[in-house]
Nanobody, 121 residues
Framework: QVQLVESGGGLVQPGESLRLSCAAS????????MGWYRQAPGKQRDLVAL???????NLASSVKGRFTISRDNAKNTVYLQMNSLKPEDTAVYYC???????????????WGQGTQVTVSS
């Protein structure tokens, strides 16, 4: 089993910044893609940013130029730096990871419990 623990959410004013972290632990041989998703009340969960184990990234158009995703493979941790936050960024943010438990084994997707980000004046 693998646990993903997120941290860094909170309440900020428009224009401010937050940094989210998500640390994976447990039975891990390798982690492939890691990503951040968000879900606002009454809406579906959408991809915010994705990063491969080689460092290639993909960001949603709504956050390009404001958010940056990065990872520390030695720590099995993914980060989301969020700058110039807007009220429409308010949501619960979830991280996920595509994990391989053993060499040549199948991969499985795990999710964190979510962290609330609220942007309001």
């Amino acid at each position: 089993q693998v646990q993903l623990v997120e941290s860094g959410g909170g309440l900020v004013q428009p224009g401010e910044s937050l940094r989210l972290s998500c640390a994976a632990s447990g039975s891990i041989f390798s982690i492939y893609d890691m990503g951040w998703y968000r879900q606002a009340p009454g809406k579906q969960r959408d991809l915010v940013a994705l990063i491969t184990n080689e460092g290639s990234t993909n960001l949603a158009s709504s956050v390009k130029g404001r958010f940056t995703i990065s990872r520390d493979n030695a720590k099995n941790t993914v980060y989301l730096q969020m700058n110039s936050l807007k009220p429409e960024d308010t949501a619960v943010y979830y991280c996920n990871a595509n994990v391989q438990h053993i060499r040549y084994g199948s991969t499985y997707v795990y999710w964190g419990q979510g962290t609330q980000v609220t942007v309001s004046s």
